[in-house]
Structure formats: structure tokens, C-alpha cells
């Protein structure tokens, strides 16, 4: 669930350290698919899993990259908004 905020539709999760395209996500149920096609079917060890064993996931690192930009660019929106309501403040 924790990673769920990374995972977008036609993004990149990489499974059991195969990189795949997500096809569709419900972050309701916190639940994403995949599609395998044929020749990867063959050649990785994903199709071999039972239904409930573990995986190692991986999201796409861009997603990453995008919440930390952010959170640096809202901090200090957040300092420009209260120096903004002390100057005002200052002048009535």
C-alpha cells in the first residue's frame, strides 16, 4: 500500500526485478496489473508464483524524483505563505 502512490497507469514497476508496463491501477483497492506478453512469460520467474506469495516491487524512480522536488518547492511555499501573513499583519 505504501507504494501505491508511485504505481500510474502505463508507468514502469519492476517485479521480482523484471521491468513492466502497468496497465491499469485501482488505488481504491490498492490493487495494479500488468500484461505479459508470450516471450516474457517464458523467461521470467513471475508466471511461476502462486496467488498470495511474496515479491519484491519496485516503482518507477521518476515518481520518486518528483515527490522529493515537491516537497521541497511546498516547504517553502508554506514559509513564503507565513512571512506573507506577517507582513500583512504587520501593517494594519
Do not use: W
Not at 6 to 27: E, M, N, Q, R
Not at 73 to 79: L, P
Amino acid at each position: 500500500a505504501a507504494m501505491m502512490p508511485y504505481i500510474v497507469p502505463k508507468g514502469f514497476i519492476a517485479v521480482d526485478g523484471t521491468s513492466l508496463t502497468v496497465c491499469d491501477v485501482d488505488y481504491a483497492a490498492n490493487t495494479f496489473s500488468f500484461m505479459l506478453i508470450a516471450y516474457t512469460q517464458q523467461h521470467v520467474v513471475i508466471p511461476t508464483k502462486k496467488a498470495g506469495q511474496g515479491v519484491n516491487l519496485e516503482a518507477d524512480v521518476i515518481g520518486k524524483y518528483v515527490e522529493r522536488s515537491l516537497a521541497g518547492f511546498i516547504g517553502r511555499m508554506d514559509e513564503l505563505e507565513e512571512r506573507v501573513k506577517s507582513l500583512e499583519a504587520a501593517t494594519k
